[in-house]
């Protein structure tokens, strides 16, 4: 009889803890996740940085906790250059929103950029190619922006 009961008692813990977290449904499970999120601009389309910009809008709009930062490039370093962006208030807002821009040193120098001519918002890489293989080796999502 004690064994039947115990049986009875173990049965029944496992059913409730195996069902704790069954009312949520894979897309709140999802939301609750932290995502991390690696973008990379090289293009000097100023098309494909208006894009960029709706597609993190559209990312933060999903997964407000997501983080996310956005690499610029060889000829995408212009989406942080105070006189070639296009989108300097909206770069504005999505720092605001927690995402982080970081310009590539190598390349400002290569293209003989300032970092005064950077605008506010952007961090600073030494190497823009080995900070997004170093998020991927991380475990961070990589996306390539642009078209």
Known sequence: MYYFAGAVIGVMAVA???FSNAHFSPEEASKKKT????????????????????????????????????????????LLVKDKTNVP??????????????????????????KADVIAESGYVERGIVHIVERQEEGWAYIKAGF
């Open 35 to 78: 995502h991390r999120i690696v973008f990379q601009i090289t293009t000097p389309d100023t098309s494909a940085y208006r894009a960029l910009t709706r597609q993190l809008n559209n990312v933060l709009d999903h997964w407000p906790q997501a983080r996310i930062e956005v690499v610029a490039h060889n000829k995408g370093i212009h």
């Open 16 to 18: 409730v803890f195996s």
């Open 89 to 114: 208030a909206e770069l504005t807002a999505l720092k605001k929103r927690g995402v982080d821009f970081y310009a590539c040193e190598f390349t400002l120098r290569q293209m003989n950029i300032s």
